[in-house]
């Protein structure tokens, strides 16, 4: 069974903050998501990873960067947190045949 | 890049009528199509997905369609049940997912 965990389901930081996001999965995926979820706006992409050290902008990044220094980990980074950065952040993964996404459980973020 | 529109934004039925989601997508290499349902305060979970070459798929009482020629995808799920209560989540992939807005369906029992 895949399992991707988040570091935290809930998180409240100050406004400039630098804020830590971690995701592991466990089934050797290549691929790594970042999104943030927003109520009438869906899933919305921050950065995705298709390898290693390897990253792609997403459709929202600005504001944010990311880590992958191993395999089975992706890291979200705000740098310095806004309050327009409040929002529920999803970490997902896949592999690079099957394309099927697995999720994990989110973290509520808020920023003060 | 890609743009998914889904419809209806919410969605309520009566248990054991049919409910019907639609998706439009705009990018014609978008080769694969999930569905995720969404129960409240848990993670997106895949509940049926289609690839771009085939038409129709179905698993039990949820079937997804799609017309490629007309880019357009739609979950249809049969006999309603109150735990099919949740939002729903059309995609479109190509190089990466490009997610609907949701869909909040709600089953009256």
């Known amino acids: 069974d895949v399992k991707v965990t988040q570091s935290s389901r809930y998180l409240v930081k100050r406004t400039g903050e630098k804020v830590f996001l971690e995701c592991v999965q466990d089934m050797d995926h290549e691929n790594m998501f970042w999104y943030r979820q927003d109520p009438g706006l869906g899933l919305r992409l921050i950065y995705f990873?298709?390898?290693?050290?390897?990253?792609e902008k997403g459709d929202i990044p600005e504001g944010y960067s990311v880590s992958r220094e191993k395999k089975e980990r992706f890291s979200l980074i705000l740098e310095s947190a806004s309050t327009n950065q409040t929002s529920m952040y999803l970490c997902?993964?896949?592999?690079?045949?099957?394309?099927?996404?697995?999720f994990g459980p989110g973290t509520r973020l808020t920023v003060t | 890049g890609e743009n998914v529109e889904q419809h209806p934004s919410t969605l309520s039925v009566q248990e054991g009528d049919s409910a019907v989601i639609k998706c439009t997508y705009s990018?014609?290499?978008?080769?694969?199509f999930p569905w995720y349902k969404q129960e409240l305060g848990k993670r997106p979970q895949l509940i049926i997905d289609i690839r771009s070459n085939v038409g129709e798929k179905k698993d039990q009482r949820i079937a997804v369609t799609l017309n490629k020629t007309a880019k357009h995808f739609s979950l249809h799920i049969t006999e309603t049940q109150p735990e099919d209560s949740a939002v729903y989540f059309c995609a479109a992939k190509y190089n990466q997912f490009y997610f609907g807005t949701g869909t909040s369906l709600t089953v009256i029992p």
């Open positions: 997902a993964s896949s592999s690079g045949t099957s394309g099927e996404q697995y």
């Open positions: 990873s298709y390898d290693v050290k390897m990253k």
């Open positions: 990018d014609s290499a978008s080769n694969y």
